[in-house]
């Protein structure tokens, strides 16, 4: 990549806020905060489309209407036994939104919420997310091991004082669009899946939650094809709740269906991966181009692709 490229402000850059509801009710991410974020911040100050798509599958009270597989983990939030502790990582945060929305759902003497992006818009994440008590604003660049390094330090010191405190999830909104970023995303969720507190406390690596529009296939599957071979994935899948199992009008016909919180030809999806196994003793190779064609995975050197994220296109998501 050009050191002189920078990701939130490409040539004929020229985008408007996304106006929602949501976003509208909250005066640090209605259209005029998205506007001002923009001439400063570029991408990052604009609320993404497929946010909204993350927003409602982790929403609690989404689960009084729908159901979910896999169920999405903030169901345990509304525990009232013991649980163990959330500690999320958001790559690509942008204004915040995401991150203040989960962060109301979270025990901020239990749980704790990374979020992250490059260093210059940290100030921005720092302003939004002010009054979260359980988020912590730090920068991560995608493809830099020393920001991944960094926050696993942290996690270690938390931990010292608490009880063991390491990453259980990563969340990813809208993140996967232009080509000089795909190699350097890949590379950190390699990176965060495999920190150094994850093995020594024997604990499972995280579980990366995507959500994602369709902009361009042609750019943007070369990072499906390579996330399937250190990732197993799979898309959430959603279907309506009927009455309860006692009234005669109980809907038990329901099928279970790609989840999409709008039009459901919509092309936007959440995936959900878990990083496979054996994939843990793989060496990455150093070079981006290298790491989106294959190589290194599968323990070897050769240029290889995995192809279910084509198979599930084909499927139309069909279960």
Not at 42 to 66: F, N, Q, T, V
Not at 123 to 142: D, F, G, H, Q
Not at 194 to 222: D, F, H
């Amino acid at each position: 990549m050009s050191q002189n490229y920078d990701s939130n402000f490409p040539a004929g850059l020229n985008i408007r806020p996304l106006e929602n509801l949501q976003s509208g009710a909250d005066a640090r991410f209605d259209s005029t905060a998205q506007e001002d974020a923009i001439r400063t911040y570029g991408i990052a100050g604009r609320i993404w489309e497929a946010s909204h798509a993350m927003l409602a599958y982790l929403d609690p009270s989404s689960a009084s209407a729908c159901e979910f597989d896999p169920a999405p983990f903030t169901a345990e939030l509304l525990l009232q036994n013991e649980r163990h502790p959330i500690t999320a990582i958001e790559l690509g945060s942008g204004t915040g939104f995401v991150a203040a929305h989960i962060a109301a759902w979270l025990r901020p003497d239990l749980d704790l919420l990374f979020a992250t992006d490059l260093p210059e818009v940290c100030t921005l994440l720092e302003a939004n997310l002010r009054s979260c008590p359980a988020v912590k604003v730090r920068p991560l660049a995608w493809g830099s091991r020393e920001h991944a390094d960094a926050v696993s330090q942290e996690l270690g010191i938390l931990s010292a004082d608490r009880r063991p405190r390491y990453p259980t999830h990563i969340l990813c909104s809208d993140l996967v669009y232009f080509p000089e970023l795909l190699a350097p995303l890949l590379r950190s969720l390699l990176h965060l899946t495999s920190l150094p507190i994850v093995e020594s406390s024997g604990a499972t690596p995280p579980t990366v939650i995507i959500s994602y529009k369709i902009r361009s296939l042609a750019k943007e599957t070369p990072f499906w094809s390579a996330l399937g071979l250190w990732f197993e994935f799979a898309p959430v899948l959603s279907r309506r709740k009927g009455p309860t199992d006692g009234d005669p009008h109980h809907d038990s016909t329901a099928k279970w269906a790609k989840f999409s919180p709008g039009d459901v030809d919509d092309e936007m999806f959440v995936f959900v991966a878990t990083r496979r196994p054996e994939s843990l003793s793989w060496t990455m190779p150093d070079e981006d181009h290298a790491l989106l064609t294959g190589i290194g995975a599968c323990g070897s050197d050769s240029a290889k692709s995995d192809e279910q994220f084509e198979q599930l296109l084909l499927m139309q998501m069909d279960p």
